[in-house]
């Protein structure tokens, strides 16, 4: 019993890393709170795969720093569709050869465009997550100092893209 204890204090003070809180879409601030309403990317009922918190749930960071916040995430996601099609080019041309000759690059691009549109949620999951990340740093003692406040916030134009 007191070992269990003991472990739970010890997960509860280690810091989630950086790279793990970027992949689960957990708040850059405290690296625990979920970013998102639904902790699925593929949850389509009432287009809630994209909906934020306002603020985090854990450490009360607002996830929307000034209107028009989030319009960059179409370079990063941009950039994740590429790495992600140069790397399954390489691995293509590596397992099974590219060529005009046998069609086999249709294949590839067949495949990529499939690749891309079923990625695509979590690459826009991913893309606010690593964006956010950019402007709000990890802080080790996000539990006794407060969240920046942000004055260019306009309620009226909240998600209106």
């Known amino acids: 019993m007191k070992d269990d204890l003991q472990m739970n204090n010890m997960e509860e003070t280690r810091t989630p890393s950086y790279l793990s809180a970027v992949l689960h ?22 287009n809630s795969f994209m909906q934020m918190h306002d603020h985090c749930p854990v450490c009360g960071q607002p996830t929307e720093i ?16 590429v790495a992600l099609a140069v790397a399954v080019f390489v691995a293509w041309k590596v397992l099974f050869g590219i060529s005009f ?3 086999s690059i249709f294949w590839y691009l067949g495949t990529m465009i499939a690749i891309i549109i079923l990625l695509q949620p979590v690459f826009m999951r991913l ?8 402007y709000v740093k990890y802080n080790p003692d996000w539990r006794t100092e407060k969240p ?12 209106a893209w």
């Open 25 to 46: 879409n957990k708040c850059p601030r405290c690296r625990r709170g979920d970013l998102f309403k639904s902790r699925h990317a593929y949850d389509f009922r009432k």
């Open 101 to 103: 000759m046998d069609n």
């Open 148 to 159: 920046e406040h942000y004055e260019r916030l306009n309620d009226d134009l909240k998600n």
């Open 127 to 134: 893309a606010r997550t690593l964006w956010l990340s950019c």
């Open 66 to 81: 000034e209107v028009g916040f989030y319009y960059g995430t179409s370079y990063v996601s941009y950039g994740l569709g």
